[in-house]
């Protein structure tokens, strides 16, 4: 399953751990993602999305029902 906030579009990217003695690995910087169910008070049902902590942020901001009318306008399946 792809790691990609439904919402921002957040998805993995790559830097380096650096040590120490400034030694550098390759490594992702994945989001912070969490599945969240979310009441959808005109329909009467719970809908879960796999939202990041901004994600989050911009449903306590613009509303869960203007979040989901915008998932749907883009073809997600919720």
């Known amino acids: 399953m792809s790691k990609v906030c439904a919402i921002t579009g957040k998805r993995p990217i790559v830097g380096n751990n650096i040590s120490h003695a400034n030694?550098?690995?390759k490594?992702?910087?994945e989001p912070n993602l969490h599945y969240h169910r979310f009441w959808l008070e005109s329909e009467?049902?719970?809908?879960r999305i796999r939202v990041s902590s901004k994600g989050m942020r911009t449903i306590d901001k613009l509303g869960v029902e203007q979040v989901v009318a915008n998932l749907r306008a883009n073809g997600?399946?919720?």
């Open 23 to 25: 030694n550098k690995t």
């Open 27 to 29: 490594r992702r910087f």
């Open 76 to 78: 997600h399946k919720i």
């Open 44 to 47: 009467k049902r719970f809908v």
